[in-house]
């Protein structure tokens, strides 16, 4: 009997670890707000000039204009119905709008991965990542579970950062359908990773998206804290399992509640 428990309590273990991206693993550089939209804009400059170099469009200003009006419009709906519309779409709308003939994957795939990259310019790793990683991949296994609206920009932000090798699994929004907190992004990160709920453990640092969507499945959470909050992600009736200020704080977290 005490070695049926103990087998129990072993398998039990938190064997996973799943993380955030964006002011988790990698931040934005001196980041506000309006430098965040700003370098939006940049990559919809970029795009626009693109796109009108491959004479796909004829009125830049008036692409841009919907173009953002779909993006906002689509994100805002995002916080409601947790429903994730991707850059590709928002792309075909606006193209729809302004009743321009659709586009090839294969060119809007190169059109939107330059509206994305600009912005990717400005995403670090932090210093901690790689050497926490190491540590870490060599004992759990490791997924990323990012709301976003193009796959193959995580992808990139989590290659050029030099990140990607250390997991199993990187999903986003954008593969599902659905975003953080929904809880079938968890449920199918945790189905492709083969791991129980029970076993699995999130780090991000929104307490609406990545604390309370996986404490819905009962994941152990923990919340590496930003400098700043936006308004429509303050959720503060959400209490994470642990706090941090950097990644290394979460090793010996996990090492205690492996030997609690």
Known sequence: MNKIITAIVKDMNYNTIIFDVGFTLITFENFTLKKYFDTLDKGLDHMSEFLLNENIIRAPYTFKKNFKKFRNQNFQNSLINYKEITTEKTLVQTLNSLNLPSIDSALAHKAIMIYHSTEGTFWKARS?????????????????????????????????????????????????????????????????????????????????????????????????????????????????????????????????????
Not at 131 to 153: D, I, M, R
Not at 159 to 172: A, G, H, P
Not at 176 to 189: A, H
Not at 224 to 240: C, L, Q, R, Y
Request: aromatic share 10%; glycine share 6%.
């Open 128 to 260: 901690t990542a790689k050497p926490v990683l190491e540590t870490l991949h060599k004992k759990f296994k490791l997924g990323v579970l990012s709301n976003a609206p193009y796959h193959n920009g995580i992808i990139y932000l989590l290659d050029t950062n030099n990140l990607s090798q250390y997991f199993e699994i990187i999903v986003s929004s954008a593969q599902i359908g659905f975003c953080k907190p929904d809880k079938r992004t968890f449920e199918y990160i945790l189905e492709k990773v083969g791991s129980m709920p029970e076993q699995s453990i999130m780090i991000g640092d929104d307490l609406k998206n990545d604390i309370y969507g996986a404490q819905q499945l009962g994941m152990k959470t923990i919340l590496i804290k930003k400098s700043f909050d936006i308004a429509f992600n303050n959720h503060s009736d959400v209490i994470p399992d642990a706090q941090i200020t950097d990644l290394p704080e979460i090793i010996p977290i996990i090492h205690d509640w492996n030997n609690s």
